[in-house]
C-alpha cells in the first residue's frame, strides 16, 4: 500500500491520479493540499505516531511529493512515538536542504517504508527534451540558460538551491532559503531589459527520492510578473506539472519555456 506524504502545490494531486489504486495521503498540518483531502494529519513532534499508524494500516511505501517550509520544532507539542526521534531531527534542523531529506528518508525507511519518487510513479511528468508552445529561444537565451546551470552545478556543495536567472551572461538571481518564488518576486527591474531566463534544475548528488525540482503554470506566471523571458528546465530532470497548460500560458504570455538536454 501507498502513502504519499504531501505538500503544497499540485504535485501530490497529480500523483494520486495516475495510480490505478487510491494512496493514503497524509497532510502537514501547516499545508493545505490542492485537490486533495488528508487521510491523516501529523506535525514534526507527531511523526512517530504517524509511522506507527502507517505500519498499522499496512502501509509498505511512501513518497514525498509537494511543498513543505522547514517545520519548527516545538518540544511542548512532542508525543512519547516520536521522543525517540527527536536527536535526528537535531540533526536535519542544523543541516542543510540536502543533509535534512536524507535524515527524513532514513528515518522512513528505518521504519520499514520504502521511500518512492514521485517521478517514478508519475514519469510523465518529467520535461522531455524540446521547447512547450511556439516560442523558440534564441542563441543568447541558450547560452544563458547554459550559465545559469552552471553556476547551479558550481553551487551544489554549499546546498543553495535549484534556480538561477541570467541575462546577457549576467547572473541576476539565485534561489535561496525562501525558493523559487522567493527569487522571481525579488528581481531587479532590470531583468525585463536584458531578457534574462530563468533556469531550473537538481544539483549535482542531490537526493532524486523527495526533491525533484518542479514547475507548473504558477511558475510561468511568476516568471512573467517578474519580466522574464524565458524558462529552461534540465530536461528529464524536472517535472512539469500540467504540460499542456504550460505551453498554452507560455504563449500566452510570450514565454519560451523549454527543456534543455545536458551538454
Do not use: N
Not at 19 to 27: D, I, K, N, T
Not at 225 to 235: H, N, T, Y
Request: aromatic residues 4%; hydrophobic residues 45%; negative net charge.
Amino acid at each position: 500500500m501507498l502513502a504519499l506524504i504531501a505538500g503544497g502545490g499540485g504535485l501530490p494531486r497529480r500523483v494520486a491520479q495516475s495510480q490505478a489504486v487510491r494512496p493514503l495521503v497524509c497532510g502537514y498540518e501547516a499545508v493545505v493540499l490542492e485537490g486533495l483531502e488528508a487521510d491523516l494529519t501529523f506535525r514534526l513532534e507527531t511523526l512517530g505516531s504517524m509511522l506507527k499508524e502507517l505500519q498499522r494500516q499496512g502501509v509498505t511505501e511512501v513518497c514525498f511529493c509537494g511543498a513543505v517550509a522547514r517545520p519548527s520544532f516545538d518540544p511542548s507539542k512532542l508525543d512519547a512515538q516520536t521522543l525517540p526521534l527527536v536527536p535526528l531531527f537535531q540533526k536535519a534542523l542544523a543541516a542543510g536542504d540536502d543533509g535534512a531529506l536524507r535524515v527524513l528518508i532514513d528515518i522512513f525507511e528505518q521504519s520499514g517504508l520504502k521511500v518512492t519518487a514521485a517521478h517514478e510513479l508519475a514519469p510523465d511528468l518529467l520535461a522531455k527534451p524540446g521547447v512547450f508552445g511556439t516560442h523558440e529561444p534564441d542563441l543568447q537565451m541558450t547560452e544563458d540558460a547554459t550559465r545559469a546551470a552552471q553556476v547551479v552545478a558550481t553551487l551544489a556543495p554549499l546546498d543553495v538551491g535549484q534556480c538561477c536567472v541570467v541575462g546577457r551572461g549576467q547572473v541576476y538571481g539565485i534561489e535561496a532559503i525562501g525558493g523559487t518564488d522567493h527569487l522571481l518576486t525579488s528581481l531587479p527591474p532590470q531583468v525585463k531589459s536584458v531578457r534574462a531566463v530563468l533556469f531550473k534544475g537538481p544539483k549535482p548528488d542531490q537526493s532524486r527520492l523527495i526533491d525533484v525540482p518542479t514547475i507548473g503554470p504558477e511558475t510561468l506566471q511568476a516568471a512573467h510578473a517578474a519580466g522574464l523571458s524565458g524558462i529552461a528546465v534540465a530536461a528529464g530532470e524536472v517535472m512539469v506539472l500540467e504540460p499542456e497548460r504550460c505551453a498554452a500560458l507560455a504563449d500566452d504570455l510570450g514565454l519560451v519555456l523549454w527543456a534543455q538536454a545536458p551538454e
